[in-house]
């Protein structure tokens, strides 16, 4: 079992990684943050700098009928589709390129990029924006499920709005049903969530030594390189993307700088002058991509010892206007959709639909949150209908290894549930506290249980990504490591730099890792799906070993290691059988909570987190990453509200959309079980969405068991308990 | 750009408002939020700025018989930190932001901004606070009740400046501020409650009741506190329902994105019927 290790003076001068890689040392990066040094995009200078504000959509769905604009005055520019160099396209190339870098004719979500003006003096820049009159036709718009499956409208994406559909079948849930003794049902719902990175989103296109060089705040430098090519209709060679010290991310500058940094592109294709676009805080909250709000039906038939016996998931997300990734989350939260738990016979129907809201994307999870909310609350509405405790009819159901998952494929992982449950009990006193909130009208616990897998879904890494990492002996007996995944406040820079230095037995301070350029570094993919210290760190790991063998070459030996995808591991894409993940992170958590009869205000007492990441790579940042996650979660499922009004995000301040401060939440106290995991960096799994998963059903079960009535909808506002009171 | 003046004292500074009728900024945690544009660019003002923040005749807080007396330019901290400082203001005052702030923002803003959200103001309706509003050559004193006419909106002359805030000091033996904000620290007030009462010879002597954040202006009705002078606690006990019920027709809050209507009022009352409660059980 893991502990919390204190830092000592010769850790922070930095340790030989060759013993024990979960010692912490002092992050490469901290010193430098937490004193304000950090250079982040908006803190660069650049000669001749022009800025850039978008003209944006007021409508949800409507025609353009006209754009009336001011004369604008010498070295004032207005970007638009026009622009686009012949050759190029008007859409930003994600996976699919259907979200369009300017609306063009009519507008399909509030905020949509219709224009870029940009110039030298910001406040002539805001005054022409704010003489451009848009004339509009408005469209009937569609912001709901029910909305985007009746097409409300006519469709706004293809003739059903069904960005993807997914059916995955266990068993014979047909032929199960009949035989339940008793059929349990709910609708679970989860809504849309901000990222509320620190550092807004900004980037700087410039044009340097005759390529268009971008600056960004960016979890994924490739990404951008690739929609910017795609949108100028340029070789990918002809685009540069240096990544900036990034101030947050959780999914938010994953696809998104792309909406940014088309446009940009654009224009410095055409003035040949740097422009930099640089979010305000509400700019940022009402016009970017949130997590997809779910609803996820489930109905689950038992037989007469309470063992289940079929399942049946109806699961939807919300897209918005544009697919963006909608369709891998959606493949997400559905392989997700069991939980940890073996099903005989189950059946998962998802879809992810279009409306006239602005686009969900990433969001730490990508998908799993809504599921697992969703299973974990069924699980416990279950167990409280046939009266047997959840710690119990959970256990019952876990799954082991060799087990079948919704993908028709045996469990690898060495499930170690059993365990960790026994672990958060002995933490938490979980059971003994559920007998004695029984009837204690204000208190209550909850325990929730997840896995994520790992990396991209099934054989993604191979098929899409390939990453490629490089490692090269520098002078002063240094080693250089190329790669393409970034720093962003979880640690990446000090858990890679461990990792190569480990096995070239050099101080982890002797790696030489700077912020990815794509003109230098290889593509080891984007920096999403927990697949940075799992993936690209096995790659780093494995291209260390090569580099050792050959380091008494001397200064410039070079190595590189590009990813092949473990043979065990089968995959088919087109019906998402076999192999979902190579495999998975587990967690346990247990949340207590007081009520305020009064205000019905939740005040959480307790927080308690057993996870199974393989091996930490550094305890101190993966203790970071569990407070961290767990309170963003718990933010989630409690204050972080944030609804539509007439397709428009009504909070759109820090004052309104609230996230958690250090007196939401106490700390959250957090174990680490070992269970390597032979393609991972000394064992290491994914870790960095894990985290995030378990919080959310856990929270709204301890409400739940507190107010005696049951949760089907998160975020759990004091709004909402005082309605189910009533 | 708008002019702005830096008076050098309080007689520059009523000159510059009689002369320009300049908008006062204290501390700005307001005004710069409320005329913000995009960074580096300047704030949205129309009417010249005068900045008071500074004025060290105003800075202050003092003991003044049985009245406390805070200066127009007194920061939050200020009043949080003075002994005197009436607990259920204290509270309020510590329940705004983070310290920073507090530090920076003034009780004269807090109240001039006149936000039925206003967390000090609800506190200041229930202690009966006098504003003082100075102009070149003359001044005069208004209930803040009366000084708040509606959101956004004072008595405020264009040429007069608060110059201090003076509350009565009583002794009161129950008392209450709570503020249900949108999460534990550093939040906006869903709603707030304010409630003040004394007993004398076994009957309430004196008693307020404030609500934030449920109306167009902080709600205090003095009609209604009125029925409850002279009651014994027996009595307040028995007419508890219908203090709830007189109450429930003068909260009339909204929905808004911070919160619901039906939310409001349900938990105004549920904060009034413990009040009532505690004051009944009072020894
Ligand atoms: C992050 C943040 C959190 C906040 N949290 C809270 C909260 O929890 N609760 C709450 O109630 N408020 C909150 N506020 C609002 C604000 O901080 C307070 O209202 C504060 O007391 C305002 O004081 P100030 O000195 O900064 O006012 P300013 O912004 O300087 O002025 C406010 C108003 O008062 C007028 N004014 C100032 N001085 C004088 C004077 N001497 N004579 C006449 N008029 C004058 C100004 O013209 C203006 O209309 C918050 C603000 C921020 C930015």
Redesign the pocket.
Known sequence: MGSNIALKEDDIKGVKMAAKISIPVLRIDAREKAGGWTHYIADYEFDNLQHGRFLRSERARAKIIEIRKPDFPEGYYYIDASDIPPGGKNNIQMIKDDWRVFADGDVRYIGETIALILGPEKQIVLDLLNQIEVVYEDLVPSFTFQDALSCKGGAIHGTDNIFAEFLLNIGDVDNAFPGAVRVVEGVYETGFQEHLYMETQGIVATWEDEKITLYASSQCPFYIRKSVAGTLGVPLGDIRVKQAATGGAFGGKEHFPDVIATPLAVAVNKIKKPVAMIFDRIEDISFTCKRHPGRISIKTGLDRDNNIVAMEIDTLVNGGAYESSTPIVLQRAIIHGLGVYRIPNARIHGRAVATNTFPSDAYRGFGAPQGLFAIEMHMSHIADEIGMPVSQFKRKHFIKTGDITITNAKMHDDVKLPGMLAKIEEMSDYSEKVKKYEDDPLRGIGLSFVNHGGGFTGNGEQAVIKGVVKMKRLEDGKAGLYVSVVEMGQGLQTALRKIASKELELDYLDIVYDNPDTDIVPDSGPTCASRSTMVVGFLVQECAKKLKIKWDEGVGAEAEHVYTHPEEFVWEQETLQGDAYPSYGWGVNVVEVELDPFTYEVKTTGVWAVWDVGVTIDETIMQGQSSGGVIQALGYASIEKCELKNGAFMQRT??DYTIPTSLDFPEVHTVFIDNPYKYGPSGAKGAGELVFDAAPPAYAEAVQNAIGKRIYEIPVTPEMIMEALR | MVDSYRPKDLKDALRIRGEYGS????????????YQSWAGTLPLFTNSVMF??H?HE?KYIKKIENSLEVG??A??SMVADHPDTPRVLRDAVL????PA?RN????????????P?????CALYALDALIR?EKNGSSRELPVVEFITGPGRTL?GKD????AITIPLKNSSIDNFT?V?TRRA????KLSFTGIADYKNGRIDSIALTFGAVGPTVVRSVELEKKLLGLSRAELKAGKESILSDYSTVIVPIDDQRSTAVYRKKVALNLLDKFINEVADYE
């Open positions: 820090m004052a | 908008t006062p900024l204290a501390g700005g945690t307001d005004l710069m939020v409320r008071v923040g004025l105003l127009g330019t920061t939050l329940s705004i932001a983070a702030l920076n923002a003034t009780l004269t803003g807090n109240i001039c901004n006149a936000s959200a206003g967390d000090s103001v509003l405020l007069e400046l608060v110059t503020k904000g550093n939040a906006l007030s």
